[in-house]
């Protein structure tokens, strides 16, 4: 299994990203792809995951109403798309995935990580 994050980047407070994760290997009929993110020193925060099963999705208090998580009938890519920036959302971006019918925020529940993708928010 593979996950694999494009599309961070430099972007000014008040704009938009569209991140994505390509997932390849994954047989399971059922699974999660989350989105995590870390600043250095910080503990890794769970903030968006979307369920392989009926789509359903869960947020973050802290991205409600910005980031939108999405995938097409093809289920990869993964995508994270992060509007209304604000310079608190500049960390290294993961994408997770586990191969069960979650819809948890929780690192602990995760077994596969992507290497990550940088977003910074800053003017």
Not at 23 to 48: L, N
Not at 57 to 71: C, L
Not at 93 to 106: H, Q, T
Request: overall charge negative; hydrophobic content about 35%.
């Amino acid at each position: 299994v593979q996950l694999v994050e494009s599309g961070g980047g430099l972007v000014q407070p008040g704009g938009s990203l569209r991140l994505s994760c390509d997932v390849s290997g994954f047989s399971f009929d059922d699974y999660a792809i989350a989105w995590f993110r870390q600043v250095p020193e910080q503990e890794r925060e769970g903030i968006a995951v979307i369920r392989s099963s009926d789509s359903t999705t869960e947020y973050a208090d802290s991205v409600k109403g910005r980031f939108t998580i999405s995938f097409d009938d093809t289920k990869t890519p993964v995508y994270l798309q992060l509007n209304s920036l604000k310079p608190e959302d500049t960390a290294v971006y993961f994408c997770v995935a586990e191969n069960a019918d979650l819809l948890r925020l929780d690192p602990a529940d995760y077994g596969l990580w992507g290497q990550g993708t940088q977003v910074t928010v800053s003017s």
